[in-house]
């Protein structure tokens, strides 16, 4: 279909519509929205044909071509020592680390052959040999025959001359360097500037499989051990692993004067929660029933005082968690290190918990609300994995969505215990459930679960590292804590817990624990735990509920965004869930149950059905049309029962648009759960609309019904901007509770967006005063959405403005994180080359911060075609860098084309795709499969 075509329709609907009211809005979005959709299927039909390859390891016989150990050898101890150069070797200009490294392990299966991880590591011959092998029973040891490394499946391969013996112990001792790059993984460098000066340390990043580039190890989650570590470093630096230091002691190497710091021995552990760090941060701590905390970070930021917040809030999470797990909390220090560059948002090294700067400091100066409860949550999510991950291990990576889904469920229960005031549980219906319902309502997504023989390669378990792991993980686990109640639940694992302490299981041997909880509580279930959560983990998607209030009729159905989706994946269970049900009757509870065949909710002339109270459940719900317009009377017209169903709110406007999206129900309908919205003051609601709405800005920002949709938004949110200008004396504050911040917030952005000349006004004279005075006296909630509106009213002046400030804020990340999406923000298209041009120079913005700079880039209008001509200009460097099944880059490819909606974008991308494919490695075959899928999924994005 032509662009003129296009054009034409909407003019004419444009006529139509001019002068009248909201209805009318809502039709004419309505047709123009459907145009857009049918377009989007014609794509569809055609990308069936063009499949992208799927890319297998190579077979081989040879046990060094397969990724996974041999069982044949168990280690048991190691003793490695490293010393990080945090100076560049004269010669090569090269940072690097040297190590060697001594491990024990013991021989369960005859062998003449051992293997062992290691990534990027130079090993000192030993009479030409890279190790050296000794006994430590009363056998000898073999000789090495040949030994070699193995750069794909990332082997020391030793091969021997003799037979290692079942039963016997063996120990091998290497000497090794390695690079301390600034690739954010293994033992790698970051740098930062303080009193003008550059600063270097070293710091690890293990999980996945990033271990084996720091020193030799068995690189397996099962594969736990014991671990002496001894950092050797310069005078004037700290040295901090998993365990207590021991002592520090003065030695001279080679000349020079260095410190040599031993730790205590670990508990028994897994490879990938290994940490070292190197660095002469300062540190504040406590204790609390003998465990010492200690909060670590540039000396500037504790000295500011950055780390108060974190050190006020570990103990008291701790405490909740020792007390929710029903067992100590097992090692004697818990110390926490924010890292100036840093891939993830943190990462739980037992005893040593790496997190971004942004996620742990915190300054009332410059953080907003939501960059205090994001450091809470995280926090909790880390801690929680001490006991879940740390202390009881899954055995293989296909089963990291418990590791990661629990920590992500959990997390909201520590945070609302340590900020009782926030009422943070409900926010993971909007954090979690309604964000992974977009990915998971696709044809392409992948059940929780996957069998062990699928994940082999770094590249594939780094794949797992998702929004279906995380997010779907923590909503499943959600609902099964409520249909089990959370007593139950805890019983169960607790019990789980206990029985698996130091070592490792599999997912269903939780289920067994929380069945035996189940069962010794008498409580009632339609089938085995395990049956019903198979139906949950063991199939992609979710289901519609439709109920029929008017013959009580339920029923289920998969739910997918894109109605002529295929799903070419099958099932064992036909896409049929076991769902429990949690409803109300014109605002009364009802008895949950279960949805089977006889299942009934039928409703009088003055009765209404809610299902899936507080959303609770993993799935939507359709109503017939008569309850749908009762629910809308309710929302519009009962302020009381609305307020006591706030979750639900939001649940019915983000089932009305996806279903809408769907084709399940007509737009008009999802957009007339808006027209109550000039009513609406809570935030849950809001925010829920206005993920919504972004689809339709995201659509409808390029096409003529962009005028009529900004008016009608102007009415709805206007009213809520007046709501907090009054509370807050002119928005010269910021009201007191938690999810009032956020919807001030969410006013003052909407308003400004939607072009309300009271708000423009309001932030542009703030920025202005900033810009003249060089005081700013914007609240720190507010700055995000002031500066970027600012920016984007503004010019060159605005622009180059908030670039020095950004530059001047290094030291304080909170705020140039600010600065730095802010600047996205402008509509001037050189600003934003200029921009773009700035991401991949690391003296300008972080390696960290790169792809989502570029994604702010792409997310702005006049930003987008820009960001994806320069994505494509840079690839093979951006895919050098960032690539390789790393999170940020397949936020970075959808980033970069959710926008796209006409055929002759789509045609770019996959001729763009094309022609780099066959330089691409896995994990980008598989964005490529989600990105064609996206456009056939969910309109024109
Ligand atoms: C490892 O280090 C510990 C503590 O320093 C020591 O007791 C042990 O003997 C060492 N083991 C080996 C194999 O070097
Ligand atoms: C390891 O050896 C390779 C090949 O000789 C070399 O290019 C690389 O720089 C060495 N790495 C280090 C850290 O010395
Ligand atoms: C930390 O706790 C102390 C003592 O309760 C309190 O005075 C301080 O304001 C808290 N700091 C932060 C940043 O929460
Ligand atoms: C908690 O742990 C203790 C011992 O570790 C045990 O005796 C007790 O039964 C446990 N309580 C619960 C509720 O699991
Ligand atoms: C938190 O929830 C409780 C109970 O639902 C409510 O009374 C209270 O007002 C809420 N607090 C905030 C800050 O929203
Ligand atoms: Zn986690």
């Not at 000497?175 to 790059?181: K, N, Q």
């Not at 970051?190 to 600063?199: A, H, N, T």
């Not at 907003?368 to 929680?384: D, G, R």
């Amino acid at each position: 279909m032509g662009k003129g075509f296009f054009i034409s329709k909407t003019v004419g609907i444009l006529g139509i519509i001019a002068g009248v009211g909201a209805l009318a809005t809502i039709i004419a979005l309505s047709v123009v929205y459907s145009q857009e959709k049918g377009k989007n299927n014609n794509q569809n039909e055609e990308q069936t044909t063009s499949k992208p390859p799927t890319t297998t390891p190579i077979p081989s016989n040879k046990p060094w071509d397969k990724y996974r150990l041999p069982k044949n050898l168990v280690p048991e101890t190691y003793n490695v020592t490293l010393w990080p150069r945090l100076t560049p070797d004269p010669t090569t200009g090269l940072y690097t680390f040297l190590g060697s490294s001594v491990v024990d392990f013991e021989c369960v299966e005859d062998t003449d052959l051992i293997l062992i991880h290691s990534n990027k590591l130079n090993y000192t011959e030993f009479e030409n040999q890279l190790a050296r092998l000794m006994s430590v029973s009363s056998v000898e040891a073999p000789a090495i025959k040949s030994s070699w490394l193995q750069g794909v499946t990332q082997y020391l391969v030793l091969e021997l001359d003799g037979t290692l013996k079942k039963g016997h112990k063996y120990r091998l001792y290497t000497e090794f360097i390695g690079e301390l790059a600034d690739d954010l993984g293994g033992f790698y460098r970051s740098e930062y500037m303080e009193d003008g000066e550059k600063r270097v340390m070293a710091t690890t990043q293990m999980q996945p499989t990033d271990a084996r580039k720091s020193f030799p190890c068995f690189d397996e989650p099962a594969m736990k051990a014991y671990f002496f570590i001894t950092l050797i470093h310069d005078r004037g630096t700290t040295a901090l692993s998993n365990g207590k230091d021991i002592e520090t002691t003065e030695i001279n190497h080679d000349g020079q004067d260095l410190l040599k710091t031993v730790f205590e021995r670990t508990e028994k552990m897994s490879t990938y929660l290994l940490a070292f760090i190197v660095s002469d941060y300062d540190s504040i701590g406590n204790s609390i029933d003998g465990v010492e905390i200690r909060i670590f970070a540039r000396r500037s930021a504790i000295a500011a005082g950055q780390g108060q917040y974190a050190l006020n809030k570990t103990g008291p999470i701790l405490k909740f968690f020792e007390q929710y797990y029903n067992a100590t909390y097992p090692l004697p220090k818990s110390d926490q290190i924010a890292i100036p560059d840093f891939n993830a948002g943190a990462m739980e090294n037992w005893g040593l918990i790496t997190y971004r700067e942004t996620a742990l400091l915190y300054d009332e100066a410059f953080s907003s609300n939501s960059n205090k409860e994001k450091i809470a949550t995280i926090i909790a999510h880390e801690l929680a994995h001490m006991w879940f991950g740390n202390l009881v291990t899954l055995r293989w990576w296909n089963d990291l969505w418990l590791n990661e889904g629990f920590a992500s469920y959990v997390e909201y229960l520590g945070a609302n215990n340590a900020e009782p005031e926030w009422n943070v549980t409900d926010l993971i219906v909007l954090g979690d459930i309604h964000r992974v319902f977009a990915i998971d309502a696709l044809a392409s997504s992948h059940p929780l679960s996957s069998k062990e023989e699928d994940i082999q390669t770094p590249a594939q378990i780094s794949e797992l590292f998702d929004a279906i792991s995380y997010s779907k993980g923590a909503s499943v686990l959600r609902m099964l804590s409520d249909f089990l109640t959370e007593d139950v639940f805890q019983l169960g694992l607790r019990s789980y817990l206990s029985a698996f302490s130091f070592g490792n299981a599999v997912y269903t041997d939780l289920w067994y624990h929380l069945q035996k909880a189940a069962d010794s509580s008498k409580l009632e279930l339609p089938d085995t735990l395990d049956n019903i959560m198979n139906t949950w983990v063991l199939q992609m998607g979710f289901p519609v509920v439709t109920i029929n209030t008017g013959t009580g009729s339920v029923s289920q159905q998969h739910f997918l965004l894109d109605p002529e989706a295929v799903v070419t994946t099958p099932s064992p269970f036909n896409y049929q869930w076991i769902i429990p049900i949690k409803w109300m009757m014109t605002g009364n509870m009802q008895n949950p149950l279960w949805l089977t065949s006889k299942s009934a909710m039928k409703a009088t002339q003055d009765q209404w059905v809610l299902a899936n109270v507080n959303m609770v459940g993993y799935y939507r719900v359709n109503y017939d049309d008569d309850n749908w317009a009762k629910l809308l009377d309710v929302l519009q017209s009962n302020h009381q029962v609305r307020q006591r169903m706030i979750v639900n709110v939001a649940q019915i406007l983000d089932d009305a648009f996806n279903l809408a999206r769907a084709k399940i129900i007509s737009t008009v309908q999802a957009l007339n759960t808006t027209k109550y919205l000039s009513n609406e003051r809570d935030y849950i609601p809001w925010k829920a609309a206005l993920n919504n709405l972004d689809f339709f800005y995201l659509m409808f920002d390029r096409s003529e019904v962009y005028g009529p949709m900004q008016d009608y938004l102007v009415k709805k949110v206007s009213p809520l901007f007046e709501y907090y200008k009054q509370m807050t004396d002119n928005s010269s504050k910021v009201p007191d509770g938690h999810m009032d911040q956020y919807n001030q917030v969410n006013a003052i952005s909407l308003a400004c967006r939607t072009g309300l000349e009271e708000c423009q006004n309001l932030v542009m004279t703030w920025f202005q005063e900033w810009m003249d005075t060089d005081t700013n006296r914007i609240h720190p909630n507010l700055r995000s959405t002031v500066y970027c509106n600012a920016i984007a009213a503004g010019g060159k002046k605005e622009w180059d403005f908030a670039w020095s400030q950004f530059i001047k804020n290094d030291s304080t990340a909170i705020e140039s994180d600010k600065l730095r999406y802010a600047l996205s923000c402008t509509k001037q298209p050189w600003l934003l080359n200029r921009y773009l041009e700035y991401t991949l120079d690391p003296d300008m913005i972080r390696k960290q911060d790169a792809t989502a700079t570029i994604v702010d880039i792409a997310s702005n209008v006049v930003g987008q075609s820009l960001a994806w001509d320069f994505v494509r200009a840079r690839w093979s460097y951006i895919f050098s860098q960032y690539g390789g099944g790393s999170f940020s880059f397949s936020n970075l490819v959808n980033g970069v084309t959710k926008r796209f909606s006409t055929e002759f974008e789509l045609q770019q991308v996959r001729y763009f795709f094309e022609m780099t494919l066959p330089q691409c490695g896995f994990p980008f075959v598989h964005f490529v499969i989600l990105l064609l899928n996206w456009f056939g999924s969910h309109g024109p994005p």
